[in-house]
């Protein structure tokens, strides 16, 4: 199955600071990548659509100018948690479909603000 | 939009059969989807139903019947290392949604010995 590499795993940042989590595809191009958060317990809620070579799209509530999405090559998609607070504590996890069918997804970011 | 819901928790014992259930409101879907998520990894994908009917793959089988907006995923042979969460997920019909998925709520499954 195709391959999708996330990094950081974890990281901790301090209050106010700016945190960046690469998703990238490695045996595949992907047009599209997705970005989910996942509260402990709960279930993954998309955040956005990362399209290459064009903007975003944010799904309702999602607040584009806190979590910044790049994504300028075919196998690159990067999110920015701008101006973290305690609150964005929570695991992030890109994904794509490069078939339409199955979803293949990194391995996720626990990001900890303290 | 999409709404799809599932039991928050199921436990049952090593060598049995759970049936988890995932009854869905949705304006039209390409096909219904089953992960599996163990606590802190990564969803993996186990089962894809794009038409009616049973889809089998090992221990894991999914269902899904259009015409009674629901589906379910049969876990069988329980073993110890299936205890995890175990998510339904659609991908709308609208073309510009591109081939995003929703989830259900999740269930989490609790195999004891």
């Known amino acids: 199955g195709a391959v999708v590499s996330q990094h950081p795993s974890w990281v901790i940042c301090k209050s106010g600071t700016s945190v960046k989590i690469e998703c990238r595809s490695l045996?595949?191009?992907?047009?599209?990548m997705f970005w989910y958060r996942q509260f402990p317990k709960q279930s993954l809620m998309l955040m956005a659509t990362?399209?290459?070579?064009?903007?975003?799209?944010?799904e309702q509530g999602v607040e584009k100018d806190k979590f910044l999405i790049n994504h300028a090559s075919l196998t690159l998609s990067t999110l920015t948690v701008t101006s973290a607070h305690p609150e964005d504590s929570s695991f992030y996890i890109c994904?794509?479909?490069?078939?339409?069918?199955?979803?293949?997804f990194g391995q996720g970011t626990r990001l900890t603000v303290v | 939009g999409q709404s799809l819901e599932q039991p928050s928790e199921v436990t049952a014992v090593e060598g049995a059969i759970v049936q988890i259930n995932c009854t869905y409101q949705t304006s039209g879907f390409y096909g219904l989807s089953w992960y599996q998520q163990h606590d802190g990894g990564a969803p993996t994908f186990l089962s894809y139903?794009?038409?009616?009917g049973l889809e089998e793959t090992g221990r894991f089988s999914s269902f899904l019947s259009r015409s009674d907006s629901y589906g379910y995923l049969l876990l069988q042979e329980l073993q110890m290392k299936d205890s995890a969460s175990y998510f339904c997920a659609v991908s709308p019909l609208i073309k510009a949604a591109g081939n995003k998925l929703t989830f259900g709520g999740g269930t989490r499954v609790l195999v004891k010995p």
């Open positions: 139903n794009a038409l009616d």
């Open positions: 045996d595949f191009q992907a047009t599209t």
């Open positions: 990362s399209n290459e070579g064009s903007k975003a799209t944010y």
């Open positions: 994904s794509a479909r490069p078939m339409n069918t199955e979803a293949f």
